[in-house]
């Protein structure tokens, strides 16, 4: 429950669709999907990473819920790699990945990064090209 307790959507106190709050530690994220063209999931992150953020971690449902309803229907890239250890899926913060909503994993070392496809995760090849959804703390 506890990991579920602390996220609040902010359109409530006025700041702009997208965004939202972690209210453990006061943080206020920007979630902005990268749908202008898309890039392989390194040029994804290098670009969250230019914008002050990185590609977007999904820490509880409730994030999840909120990010979800942001996506475009078209794959997108999430923040997720098991590329340093097969099968040991971190987040770019380094925090290991708890909350998944997998349909799809275990295709091996090929399959390295985490992506979004009608509403589940699944693992695929991170040079290929897709959206992405930057997490950027305000
Ligand atoms: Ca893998």
Redo the contacts with the bound molecule.
């Keep these: 429950m506890d990991d579920d307790c602390c996220y609040r959507p902010c359109e409530s106190i006025g700041c702009p669709d997208g965004w939202a709050e972690d209210t453990t530690t006061g943080t206020f994220y920007e979630y902005k999907v990268l749908k202008d063209r898309e890039r392989n999931w390194y040029d994804s992150r290098a670009e969250c990473q230019r914008a002050g953020g990185d590609l977007a971690s999904i820490k509880t449902s409730e994030e999840w819920q909120f990010v979800k309803g942001l996506l475009p229907n078209h794959d997108v890239w999430l923040g997720g790699s098991?590329?340093e250890e097969?099968?040991n899926w971190v987040w770019t913060d380094g925090s290991p990945v708890t909350f998944s909503v997998w349909y799809q994993t275990g295709?091996?070392?090929i399959?390295?990064c985490i992506a979004v496809r009608s509403e589940r995760w699944y693992?695929n090849e991170c040079s290929l090209n897709r959206y992405a959804v930057c997490k950027i703390p305000a």
Aim: net charge negative.
């Design positions: 098991d590329a097969e099968g295709t091996g070392r399959h390295n693992d």
